[in-house]
Nanobody, 128 residues
């Protein structure tokens, strides 16, 4: 059984930095695309960043481009999302996701329905 365990998040002031972690377990497929989605109150769930864990290619939403870094530690089966220069509009519940998506498709996998496996979600609140 695939499980994604998230940690990190919390409350931070605008301009601050936050790092989220996601540990994946029980995943046995050879290819894997992992990422982060977020959902603000009253808004649809949106893709934030993705990483194709096989070749390390990364993809970011325009809203976080230049302010975020997604990275992985294969030895720990962990993916990280660091957000800097946080803005109030970054507030929301952040979800870690994973699926057996080919590296060539990880770039375009920006819809929540593209991913089968989800973490429990973690609240990020950015105050102005």
């Amino acid at each position: 059984q695939v499980q994604l365990a998230q940690s990190g998040g919390g409350s931070v002031q605008a301009g601050g930095t936050l790092r989220l972690s996601c540990v994946i377990s029980g995943y046995t497929y050879s290819r894997k695309c992992m990422g982060w989605f977020r959902q603000a109150p009253g808004k649809e769930r949106e893709a934030v960043a993705r990483i194709s864990t096989g070749d390390g290619s990364t993809y970011y939403a325009d809203s976080v481009q230049g302010r975020s870094t997604i990275s992985q530690d294969n030895a720990l089966n962990t993916v990280y999302l660091q957000l800097t220069s946080l803005k109030p509009e970054d507030t929301g519940v952040y979800y870690c996701v994973a699926d057996k998506i080919r590296p060539s498709d990880c770039e375009i996998a920006d819809h929540w329905a593209d991913f089968t496996y989800w973490g429990q979600g973690t609240q990020v609140t950015v105050s102005s």
